[in-house]
């Protein structure tokens, strides 16, 4: 069965310092790999998409960058946080064409 | 920019059947219609999907009009668990998968 694992589940960061989140999925090969971004009370705003290993999309980059170095990993990072930065990251995998989207259980960023 | 008009909430008692309207009227020949839920702190969850007429599956029900521009969300029998924010999306073959505010279900015992 696959599985989608987010990394850190939660942290607290102060501005001006770097972020690494991570995402890893097992049990499929060459998903479709999503970040969305959601602030407390809002809804989901779509970060970046990758088809492929190595080629990330930027969809809003809000001073954040992606990167896919494995099939199966899918990393976001910044090296100087803002506070607007704060809020619920999400990774999300599909098999592209019409199927459906899976979400992890997403990382809580508290930037202070 | 979302692409679909959802109300932001509804209420309904347990035992209720829910029925979730969402506008969609730009609505492309190739875009499918996705419904999501999502309860506070955890990831949104798939409910159910479609294209045109009518989807069955074993949560939910999805009734698409004939000019596809408009669907509807039917939960049968809402329980307390079904309290989610729930949302309606039209997605291009891997595109951008767009979420709007969605419509905030509250359940009364």
């Known amino acids: 069965a696959q599985t989608i694992h987010q990394w850190p589940v939660a942290e607290i960061k102060a501005v001006g310092s770097p972020l690494s989140l991570g995402c890893t999925i097992k049990?499929?090969?060459?998903?479709?790999l999503y970040w969305y971004w959601q602030a407390t009370g809002g809804t989901l705003q779509q970060l970046f998409y990758s088809i492929t290993v190595g080629q990330v999309e930027s969809v809003v980059q809000l001073n954040l960058s992606a990167s896919r170095p494995k099939d199966d990993q899918f990393i976001l990072s910044t090296e100087k946080l803002l506070l607007s930065h704060s809020g619920f990251y999400l990774c999300?995998?599909?098999?592209?064409?019409?199927?459906?989207?899976?979400f992890g259980s997403g990382t809580r960023l508290l930037v202070i | 920019l979302a692409k679909t008009t959802q109300p932001p909430s509804m209420e309904a008692y347990e035992g209720q059947e829910v029925n979730v309207s969402c506008s969609h009227t730009n609505i492309a020949t190739s875009e499918y219609i996705y419904w999501y839920r999502q309860v506070p702190h955890q990831g949104p969850q798939f409910i159910i999907q479609g294209y045109k007429d009518y989807v069955v599956n074993e949560v939910a029900s999805l009734f698409i009009s004939a000019d596809r521009k408009l669907s509807t969300l039917s939960l049968p029998w809402v329980s307390l668990r079904d309290a989610a924010v729930y949302y309606c999306i039209v997605d291009y073959n891997q595109g951008k998968l767009i979420f709007g505010q969605g419509t905030k279900l509250s359940i009364k015992p």
């Open positions: 049990g499929k090969s060459s998903p479709n």
């Open positions: 999300a995998w599909s098999l592209g064409g019409n199927s459906d989207y899976t």
